[in-house]
C-alpha cells in the first residue's frame, strides 16, 4: 500500500529523490531479498542503492514475490530440459560435465562478469565457450530464448546472495572503460545513463518511473515485451532512445558497461529471474 | 499583365527574404543563452505550441508538468514546472533555453532542440543505427521553435 501512497505523492509533484522508497520487503518463498543497501564505496553520486522492484507498481511487484505467479519461470523450466538435452558433434549435454546439476553454479551470478585470462566475460560468454568448446554446438544467440533461458537458470541459482563484482586488479581497465560509458551523453538526445538513473530515479518521464537501472534481476521478465530480456538487450534499448547509434549486443563496450553497471548492484541481492513493466 | 507579372515577382522576393530569414541552427546568436530574434523569422503560433508539448520530438511534457494542459497525462518530474514560467523568463531567454539549454544551464539533462553538431554517436532517429551521413536535422525546426515559445510566453500566474 505505501506505494500507492508514493506514488500519489508523486503526481502532486512533491517529489525528492531523498524520498524515502516504499516500505515493502521482498520475500520470495519464505526468502528474504535485500532490496536496498548501502551504496558501495565506489559510487561517489549515491548513498542508497535500491533494486528495480521498488520502483514497480504493487502488480507488478506482486508477480516476483511467488514463483508460480513469475512469469519468468517457464523459461527456466525450459532451461532445466536444456541443461539434460544433448547437443552438438560430442554427444554432450551441460549435465554430461555438470552432473550435480545447475545448482553447481550458485553464487557464480553474483561475480560476474569477471576477468578470465584477461578478458573480461559475462554468462552468456561461458555459456557459448563450453557449448562451442566442449559440446561442439552451435553457438546460441545472445538475446535468444535458449540463451537467456539459461542465463536466468544459472542465475537463479545465487538468488538470495548479495552482487559482489570485482573491480580491482585485472578488472580495472574494463571497469573504467565501463563507466565512462556509462557517464557519456549519447545521441540526439545527448543523455548519460547517469542522465535518468543517478540524477533522476524516483522521478517520472512521462509515464515511467525511473529506477537506478540496477541490473541485479537480470535476466528480467519484462511484461511489455513478454519474454526474457538481456541486459545487453536493455543496454541498446536505452541507448537507442537517445537518438543514438547502439552498440551490438555481445560487444566489449556493453561487456565493460556490464561489469560498471553489475558493480553498482554490489550488496543488493540477485534477484533473478526478476519481473519488471 | 504588367501589374501580374510584377505581383508575382513580389511574391518571389518575399518568399527569397522569408527563407534568407531563417537562422541556422549552426549560427544562432546567444547573448548570456538568451536568442532575441525569431528563428524562422515569423511570429510563432502558441496553439501549434501547445500542440508540440505533448508529441514528436518536442514532448516538453515528458519532462516538465503544465497545470494548463492538465487534460494530458503522465506529465514528466525531470525539469522544472513550467507553471508561470513567463514571469520568470523574458521570451528571448525562453527561446534560448528551448534552442539549447546547455548554454545557459551547462550540465543540464535538457535536449538541445535547435542543433545539428557535436553529437557522440549519432543515431539514425530511433532506430538505434547510425545516422546516414546526411544533413542532419535539428530536432526541432526552427518554426516550431517559435511556436513553442509563444505558448511557453501565455504561461503567466
Given at each position: 500500500?505505501?506505494?500507492?501512497?508514493?506514488?500519489?505523492?508523486?503526481?502532486?509533484?512533491?517529489?525528492?529523490?531523498?524520498?524515502?522508497?516504499?516500505?515493502?520487503?521482498?520475500?520470495?518463498?519464505?526468502e528474504?531479498?535485500?532490496?536496498?543497501?548501502?551504496?558501495?564505496?565506489?559510487?561517489?553520486?549515491?548513498?542508497?542503492?535500491?533494486?528495480?522492484?521498488?520502483?514497480?507498481?504493487?502488480?507488478?511487484?506482486?508477480?516476483?514475490?511467488?514463483?508460480?505467479?513469475?512469469?519468468?519461470?517457464?523459461?527456466?523450466?525450459?532451461?532445466?530440459?536444456?541443461?539434460?538435452?544433448?547437443?552438438?558433434?560430442?554427444?554432450?549435454?551441460?549435465?554430461?560435465?555438470?552432473?550435480?546439476?545447475?545448482?553447481?553454479?550458485?553464487?557464480?551470478?553474483?561475480?560476474?562478469?569477471?576477468?578470465?585470462?584477461?578478458?573480461?566475460?559475462?554468462?552468456?560468454?561461458?555459456?557459448?565457450?563450453?557449448?562451442?568448446?566442449?559440446?561442439?554446438?552451435?553457438?546460441?544467440?545472445?538475446?535468444?530464448?535458449?540463451?537467456?533461458?539459461?542465463?536466468?537458470?544459472?542465475?537463479?541459482?545465487?538468488?538470495?546472495?548479495?552482487?559482489?563484482?570485482t573491480?580491482?586488479?585485472?578488472?580495472?581497465?574494463?571497469?573504467?572503460?565501463?563507466k565512462?560509458?556509462?557517464?557519456?551523453?549519447?545521441?540526439?538526445?545527448?543523455?548519460?545513463?547517469?542522465?535518468?538513473?543517478?540524477?533522476?530515479?524516483?522521478?517520472m518521464?512521462?509515464?515511467?518511473?525511473?529506477?537506478?537501472?540496477?541490473?541485479?534481476?537480470?535476466?528480467?521478465?519484462?511484461?511489455?515485451?513478454?519474454?526474457?530480456?538481456?541486459?545487453?538487450?536493455?543496454?541498446?534499448?536505452?541507448?537507442?532512445?537517445?537518438?543514438?547509434?547502439?552498440?551490438?549486443?555481445?560487444?566489449?563496450?556493453?561487456?565493460?558497461?556490464?561489469?560498471?553497471?553489475?558493480?553498482r548492484?554490489?550488496?543488493?541481492?540477485?534477484?533473478?529471474?526478476a519481473?519488471?513493466? | 499583365?504588367?501589374?501580374?507579372?510584377?505581383?508575382?515577382?513580389?511574391?518571389?522576393?518575399?518568399?527569397?527574404?522569408?527563407?534568407?530569414?531563417?537562422?541556422?541552427?549552426?549560427?544562432?546568436?546567444?547573448?548570456?543563452?538568451?536568442?532575441?530574434?525569431?528563428?524562422?523569422?515569423q511570429?510563432?503560433?502558441?496553439?501549434?505550441?501547445?500542440?508540440?508539448?505533448?508529441?514528436?520530438?518536442?514532448?516538453?511534457?515528458?519532462?516538465?508538468?503544465?497545470?494548463?494542459?492538465?487534460?494530458?497525462?503522465?506529465?514528466?518530474?525531470?525539469?522544472?514546472?513550467?507553471?508561470?514560467?513567463a514571469?520568470?523568463?523574458?521570451?528571448?531567454?525562453?527561446?534560448?533555453?528551448?534552442?539549447?539549454?546547455?548554454?545557459?544551464?551547462?550540465?543540464?539533462?535538457?535536449?538541445?532542440?535547435?542543433?545539428?553538431?557535436?553529437?557522440?554517436?549519432?543515431?539514425?532517429?530511433?532506430?538505434?543505427?547510425?545516422?546516414g551521413?546526411?544533413?542532419?536535422?535539428?530536432?526541432?525546426?526552427?518554426?516550431?521553435?517559435?511556436?513553442?515559445?509563444?505558448?511557453?510566453?501565455?504561461?503567466?500566474?
Amino acid at each position: 500500500m505505501k506505494i500507492g501512497a508514493w506514488t500519489a505523492v508523486a503526481m502532486l509533484g512533491l517529489t525528492s529523490v531523498t524520498l524515502a522508497q516504499d516500505g515493502n520487503t521482498l520475500s520470495i518463498d519464505g526468502e528474504t531479498i535485500v532490496t536496498e543497501a548501502v551504496a558501495p564505496a565506489h559510487l561517489e553520486n549515491l548513498d542508497t542503492i535500491y533494486s528495480g522492484w521498488r520502483f514497480r507498481t504493487s502488480e507488478t511487484q506482486a508477480l516476483q514475490i511467488d514463483d508460480f505467479d513469475n512469469p519468468a519461470m517457464i523459461f527456466v523450466d525450459q532451461a532445466l530440459d536444456l541443461f539434460e538435452a544433448v547437443d552438438g558433434s560430442e554427444g554432450k549435454s551441460c549435465s554430461s560435465c555438470h552432473t550435480d546439476g545447475p545448482e553447481e553454479f550458485a553464487g557464480l551470478h553474483a561475480s560476474m562478469p569477471k576477468v578470465v585470462d584477461g578478458k573480461l566475460v559475462v554468462m552468456e560468454d561461458l555459456i557459448n565457450s563450453h557449448r562451442q568448446d566442449v559440446m561442439g554446438a552451435e553457438p546460441w544467440k545472445w538475446s535468444g530464448a535458449d540463451m537467456q533461458a539459461m542465463v536466468a537458470l544459472i542465475g537463479l541459482q545465487s538468488r538470495g546472495t548479495p552482487m559482489d563484482v570485482t573491480i580491482d586488479g585485472d578488472a580495472a581497465p574494463f571497469w573504467e572503460k565501463g563507466k565512462e560509458l556509462y557517464y557519456t551523453r549519447f545521441g540526439q538526445l545527448e543523455m548519460s545513463c547517469a542522465n535518468c538513473h543517478e540524477d533522476n530515479y524516483g522521478t517520472m518521464i512521462r509515464a515511467d518511473h525511473l529506477s537506478q537501472g540496477q541490473i541485479n534481476g537480470f535476466p528480467t521478465y519484462r511484461l511489455k515485451q513478454a519474454k526474457l530480456i538481456s541486459r545487453h538487450n536493455r543496454f541498446r534499448g536505452c541507448i537507442r532512445d537517445t537518438r543514438a547509434e547502439t552498440f551490438a549486443e555481445g560487444s566489449d563496450e556493453f561487456r565493460a558497461l556490464e561489469l560498471y553497471v553489475a558493480s553498482r548492484s554490489n550488496g543488493l541481492h540477485v534477484e533473478t529471474p526478476a519481473v519488471r513493466q | 499583365m504588367y501589374f501580374r507579372l510584377g505581383l508575382s515577382f513580389a511574391a518571389v522576393i518575399c518568399a527569397t527574404v522569408a527563407v534568407s530569414e531563417e537562422v541556422k541552427p549552426t549560427e544562432v546568436l546567444f547573448v548570456d543563452g538568451a536568442v532575441e530574434a525569431s528563428l524562422s523569422g515569423q511570429p510563432g503560433d502558441p496553439s501549434s505550441g501547445a500542440d508540440i508539448m505533448n508529441k514528436g520530438a518536442g514532448n516538453c511534457i515528458a519532462c516538465h508538468q503544465v497545470s494548463a494542459l492538465a487534460h494530458l497525462p503522465f506529465q514528466g518530474e525531470i525539469g522544472p514546472p513550467l507553471d508561470g514560467v513567463a514571469d520568470r523568463w523574458s521570451e528571448a531567454e525562453l527561446r534560448g533555453i528551448v534552442t539549447n539549454a546547455k548554454i545557459m544551464f551547462e550540465d543540464s539533462m535538457m535536449p538541445s532542440f535547435y542543433k545539428t553538431e557535436g553529437f557522440i554517436r549519432l543515431g539514425d532517429e530511433y532506430t538505434g543505427k547510425a545516422h546516414g551521413g546526411g544533413e542532419v536535422q535539428p530536432l526541432l525546426t526552427a518554426q516550431q521553435i517559435e511556436d513553442v515559445v509563444a505558448y511557453l510566453v501565455t504561461l503567466k500566474e
